[in-house]
């Protein structure tokens, strides 16, 4: 899947100028990029450019694509820039504004300039390395160019860096997933709101107790899927298994070493591959309605509260919640440390002491309104669950110690700090198809004034 923003490009050139030639090559190349070659317009300006910008603009927003798509204005033609920056100021859908410079200007420093050359110009293509170092010792009382792009890159990018930089500019913006200039592959997941994590360790027949719940979550509605991801983390299981294709954003990952007992280790691999701070986090035998992860992918959590959840039986009736099951901040886990890995290898205490240093260190737990539980699941602890040895006694020394160590040395001490004692591996990292993008708010980056504000006031 390739997360890609509906774009379309206007390309505005001076008749017979650099722009005008290089664009002729580039649109033949195999560097074009063909999600932009639909609703690519290129003109040339002779005579009257407001009349050419306005006519292209129109029959633009006549198009299908003026629905909802990200305009992207390439010229260099400054008259043209001046017309593009006012649009982007008036338009609610976003604007991308980028000027080819054929020599480096010498503006005045001015408030205005700032605004047209820098603050609204995203791009501004400069077309070799003197023009670029030009530009990066303006002298003073001149306007140096921001967000610059160096075109031609021989020594890094070999034949034609002039186009492969260009083709990598506009993927840069119109394709947050892509196969980078360099053949990176770069992801973005804005679109998780809400991380569902949990670990298992089966050293029986088959896995079919994660399989299972899987599939119980594929079923859900899309428009839930779509903003939450599941993360798997197989705690060195011996038996070996094929992972099935599910519609989901999954994230499986399985840890190198068979180290018993590693569920805090488990855990703090569940919320490093977390990609949303919104975390509920259980054990296999625990299973989210609907219901329930549709209103927790719809909040944002405080900071320093963390939840519990209760939990519906087999039978219908409720019950209190679980030592392993937490809603919770991702920044807050890594905050505090994680779960302690010095507990690994033995059985319990680590989820105890975990809730004694969230409390110690000023986070307040609560339990979610009783509409949203989970509910306990039949798994089959024959063939698909582990044989383990639970004995309490093991880890009662190390608790013990923790405790006193709290009491009497204060908040740097209790909890050892240590987490990834082991090695691990991506098996499998599947996404599905964002059919539609985020809602637009542009009023949100102006609000980082009140942000600011109520991080003071409130702390």
């Given at each position: ?9 206007l ?11 290089f ?12 999600s ?37 204005v ?8 001046r ?56 002298p ?78 594929s ?21 070996e298994?094929d ?77 209190k ?31 105890f ?43 009662t020394?190390?608790d ?18 240590s ?26 980056r ?14």
């Amino acid at each position: 899947m390739s997360y890609h923003i509906p774009t379309a490009l206007l390309v505005f050139v001076e008749e017979g100028g650099t722009l005008e030639n290089f664009w002729k090559t580039f649109e033949k190349s195999e560097y074009f990029t063909d999600s932009l070659h639909p609703v690519v317009r290129s003109v040339s300006i002779k005579e009257d450019s407001s009349t050419l910008w306005n006519r292209a603009v129109q029959e633009y927003e006549a198009s299908s694509m003026s629905s909802w798509s990200m305009l992207m204005v390439l010229t260099d033609v400054e008259e043209i820039q001046r017309f593009a920056v006012t649009m982007k100021l008036k338009r609610k859908e976003p604007t991308i504004v980028m000027r080819w410079w054929d020599e480096i200007p010498e503006l005045e420093k001015s408030y205005r300039n700032r605004l047209i050359f820098n603050r609204y110009t995203g791009i501004n293509f400069i077309q070799n390395k003197e023009q670029y170092d030009q530009n990066a010792m303006m002298p003073k009382g001149r306007l140096k160019l921001d967000n610059p792009v160096l075109l031609d890159q021989p020594v890094l990018l070999n034949n034609d860096s002039d186009m492969k930089v260009m083709r990598h500019t506009l993927l840069s913006i119109s394709e947050p997933d892509r196969v980078d200039i360099f053949g990176q592959k770069k992801k973005n997941y804005g679109e998780i709101r809400l991380t569902v994590a949990t670990h298992f360790y089966c050293n029986q027949e088959n896995i079919d107790t994660i399989v299972d719940l899987l599939e119980h979550y594929s079923r859900y509605n899309k428009e839930v899927l779509d903003h939450i991801q599941f993360v798997i983390v197989d705690d060195g299981s011996p038996i070996e298994y094929d992972i099935p294709k599910f519609d989901m954003n999954l994230t499986w990952i399985k840890i190198d070493q068979d180290i018993r007992w590693n569920q805090s280790g488990a855990k703090n691999l569940c919320m490093l591959y977390a990609r949303s701070n919104n975390v509920v986090i259980s054990d296999v035998d625990h299973l989210f309605p609907e219901h329930t992860l549709e209103w927790l992918s719809q909040r944002n959590i405080s900071h320093k509260r963390f939840y519990k959840l209760y939990r519906k039986r087999p039978d219908g009736t409720m019950t209190k919640g679980h030592p392993n099951l937490f809603y919770l901040s991702r920044a807050r886990w890594f905050e505090l440390y994680g779960m302690d890995e010095e507990f690994a290898g033995a059985y319990g205490a680590e989820d105890f002491r975990f809730v004694k240093n969230f409390k110690n260190h000023g986070t307040v737990q609560r339990y979610l309104p009783k509409r949203f539980y989970c509910e306990i699941r039949k798994v089959d602890r024959e063939k698909s669950y582990h044989s383990l040895v639970r004995d309490l006694s093991f880890n009662t020394s190390v608790d013990t110690r923790k405790r006193m160590e709290a009491d009497y040395f204060g908040a740097d001490f209790g909890y050892s700090r240590s987490m990834f004692n082991y090695t691990w591996h991506i098996l499998s990292d599947s996404r599905r198809k964002i059919p539609v993008l985020p809602p637009l708010d542009r009023t949100w980056r102006p609000r980082w004034l009140l942000r600011q504000l109520a991080t003071l006031l409130c702390g």
